[in-house]
């Protein structure tokens, strides 16, 4: 039987992918092996995380294929996505195209699902005002979250300019810190809500179990 490997990130990404996406998975009944890992992107001085260029990622994913007998999907943002990715464009509408050449650049192996988050992770933390609710106690902060979700009915719609991707809004709003407040705030949410809002992502889940009913 074949593990599911998710290579993501970082430990926001490990902690969406093991405290959400495999529990909603083994929910439908899936009980095969899953975790995430981080990428690797200094082996010396055993640094992990972060996407800091095309050939750390491909080794990453090309030493989990060597161990043998497993299922590859990725979770990584396409907010500062390296250039040297196959396919690469800086239109998010187009980040389908992006996982296609990535997937066609690893012989478009049937036991590979690429994806890219539109436009990062945080994005999802806007699918309801739950999680902000218990990290925020300012009603002015408040507010302006509620713009957002008012703004937006699809939250991967939020853009991904350096001064407004979800994460930067989020600091600038109350100081998020990504891997605190982000436990917080997933936890809070559920993986439901994400679904229910944020169409991509949904595809790539159920991608994911088509793939695990094989």
Not at 17 to 42: C, D, E, K, R
């Amino acid at each position: 039987m074949k593990r599911l490997v998710f290579i993501v990130e970082g430990d926001t990404e490990i902690i969406l992918v093991q405290n959400h996406i495999v529990p909603y998975l083994i929910g439908l009944g899936f009980t095969i092996s899953m975790h995430a890992q981080t990428i690797t992107t200094n082996r010396k001085q055993h640094k992990k995380g972060g996407v800091t260029d095309y050939a750390k990622f491909k080794n990453e994913v090309i030493r989990t294929f060597a161990q043998g007998n497993v299922i590859i999907t990725t979770l990584i943002d396409f907010f500062r996505l390296p250039n040297d990715f196959p396919g690469y464009t800086s239109n998010s509408n187009l980040i389908h195209q992006v996982e296609a050449s990535i997937h066609e650049d690893f012989g478009n192996n049937p036991d590979f699902i690429p994806y890219i988050q539109r436009h990062e992770l945080e994005a999802l933390m806007f699918s309801g005002r739950e999680g902000f609710e218990l990290v925020i106690d300012q009603g002015d902060q408040l507010a302006k979250i509620d713009q957002i979700l008012n703004t937006y009915s699809n939250p991967e719609d939020i853009n991904n300019d350096p001064e407004t991707a979800p994460s930067k809004r989020l600091i600038k709003i109350f100081g998020y810190d990504k891997t605190g407040d982000g436990e917080m705030i997933l936890e809070m949410l559920g993986i439901d809500q994400m679904l229910q809002k944020c169409p991509r992502f949904k595809e790539w889940i159920d991608k994911l179990i088509q793939k695990l009913s094989e």
